[in-house]
């Protein structure tokens, strides 16, 4: 586990390249943030968290599945990231944050990557449109 990358992940960096290419800035694992967002987009008001499938338990994903060694011990921690990341999805919302989440694999196939980063795009600027609108 200790060569299990928790930054700078491929996934990660795909989503940061497309982003700084279409000329959006942002801060990368802000430690003052509630679960330290792999994305923060301040001007935007938005944090995108790049989510690997086995260790955020997507449920209904091909590449999350419970493994048959040492199975409590993984139920328990795979658990537990999940729980813990509704608690920090939560806890930025409440302070005015906008939660995207993008998963590991969204970002593997091409033709379903394009349509994943193009829809994070739109998120992003829709949300400032809508901010816009409530500050009014």
Known sequence: MSK???KDTKPELVVRK???TNGFRYRIHNIK???????VLSK????IFVNGCFWHAHEGCKEFVWPQSNPDFWRQ??????????INYEKLR???????T??????KNKEIRETTLISIMNEITNNVHTN?????
């Open 4 to 6: 299990i990358r928790g």
């Open 18 to 20: 497309f982003l700084f």
């Open 33 to 39: 943030l509630p679960g330290k967002p792999d994305i």
């Open 44 to 47: 935007y008001k938005t944090v």
């Open 77 to 86: 921690k795979i658990e537990g990231n999940a729980a813990r990341d509704q």
């Open 94 to 100: 409440s302070e005015g944050w906008h939660v995207i």
């Open 102 to 107: 993008c998963w590991e694999c969204q970002l």
């Open 132 to 136: 816009k609108e409530l500050n009014v």
